[in-house]
Every structure is written in C-alpha cells, then in structure tokens.
T-cell receptor
Framework: DQQVKQNSPSLSVQEGRISILNCDYT??????FLWYKKYPAEGPTFLIS?????DKNEDGRFTVFLNKSAKHLSLHIVPSQPGDSAVYFC??????????FGKGTRLSVIA | DAGVTQSPTHLIKTRGQQVTLRCSPK?????VSWYQQALGQGPQFIFQ???????QRGNFPDRFSGHQFPNYSSELNVNALLLGDSALYLC?????????????FGPGTRLTVT
C-alpha cells in the first residue's frame, strides 16, 4: 500500500516553460513534505520542503503547493532549464517518523 | 566540507553470501539512516542509527542489520543475500539539532546479487 504516489513516471517540458510535478498521499498524519532531485550516479539532493501548516513555499524557481484537503502537493519549476532534467522524488513524514518516498517522476527539459 | 560518503560504489555478490556497506555522515551530523532503492522505485527506509543504537526500523527482515560507530559512521550488513536484494543502497545523514527534517544522501552503493 503506497502512502506517497507519483502517478506520472515521466514528464517532458520545453526549456523556459513551467514544469509541474504532482504527488498524492494517503496518510493524513503526514505533516511535512519534501522534494528531492536525483541525477544518475548521485544520491537524492534536497530541493524544497513544506510544512502542513502552510499551503505554499517558494525558493527561487521552485515552488511547492500543498492542498491538504485533497492530500495533494505539486512542485512547480519556472522557468525550466535543461539542468533540471533529473528524477524528482516526493517524500513525506509524520513527526519523527522515517521519510516515505514516492516512486519518482523523470523530468526531461528539452532545449 | 565533505558530504555523505559511501563505500564501495559497486559490489557484485552471489546468493547466500554476506555483504557490508559503509557510510560516513556529513560533518556535524550524528544520525544515519539507510535506504534501499530498487529499480524503478523510490528509496525505502531500512533503519536509522543515533547514539550507536538502532532507533527506528522499516519493514525489512533481520537479515539486514547495522552498526554505528562512536565517530557516527555506520555499516549496513546483509546476510544470506537473495536476488531481490539487488538494489541501490543509500545512506542519509541528519542532525536533530540543525537539519531536523532534511536528510543529506550519499551517492549510494549499487549491489548486484547473482
């Protein structure tokens, strides 16, 4: 039973356009959500996070939106750049519990 | 400032053998977590070590064990290897005093069981 779901295995976006990566979760106890980016042959790198008390967090080109009623969060990248091409993982936790990851979405930004 | 390091990078083992993977946490971090990432999946939590003790454990059999040393480095041991243990093993470090929610990952050890 997957508690964190990323239903799109892959996404292709033109350079300069917006990339929107989606994530759904089932555990209503989750109170902190994170996005990680992973390049081949490297470990996941922390990108941005959001607490359940907020509905938006922004960091440069990256914005995460949280809709608690829908148990849905999304990562927006504007503008998308070729260097953003990677696998993006959504992760969630409840209090001090371990991170629960989704399966990831492979983003390809086409020049 | 060195980040999280793991060794070896790649490893090939035969079914039934035992393997030990190693991890050194980011400077200033005292908590080490291990994850297994199978092909096409997200990382799955194995266990976490803090103050040389296993603090939390995921849904993995007892064949998976670990250890944390006084310098905060850690080992993951897997006994009686199965083909299904083939995966990327990731180590992540954190500190409840500084990065309470963020975990910093190493590059991983790619284990292949034949």
């Amino acid at each position: 039973d997957q508690q964190v779901k990323q239903n799109s295995p892959s996404l292709s976006v033109q350079e300069g356009r917006i990339s929107i990566l989606n994530c759904d979760y089932t555990n209503s106890m989750f109170d902190y959500f994170l996005w990680y980016k992973k390049y081949p042959a490297e470990g996941p790198t922390f990108l941005i996070s959001i607490s359940s008390i907020k509905d938006k967090n922004e960091d440069g080109r990256f914005t995460v939106f949280l809709n608690k009623s829908a148990k849905h969060l999304s990562l927006h990248i504007v503008p998308s750049q070729p260097g953003d091409s990677a696998v993006y993982f959504c992760a969630a936790r409840s209090g001090n519990t371990p991170l629960v990851f989704g399966k990831g979405t492979r983003l390809s930004v086409i020049a | 400032d060195a980040g999280v390091t793991q060794s070896p990078t790649h490893l090939i083992k035969t079914r039934g053998q035992q393997v030990t993977l190693r991890c050194s946490p980011k400077s200033g971090h005292d908590t080490v977590s291990w994850y297994q990432q199978a092909l096409g999946q997200g990382p799955q939590f194995i266990f976490q070590y803090y103050e040389e003790e296993e603090r939390q454990r995921g849904n993995f059999p007892d064949r998976f064990s670990g250890h944390q040393f006084p310098n905060y480095s850690s080992e993951l041991n897997v006994n009686a290897l199965l083909l299904g243990d083939s995966a990327l093993y990731l180590c992540a470090s954190s500190s409840p005093r500084t990065d309470a929610y963020e975990q910093y990952f190493g590059p991983g050890t790619r284990l292949t069981v034949t």
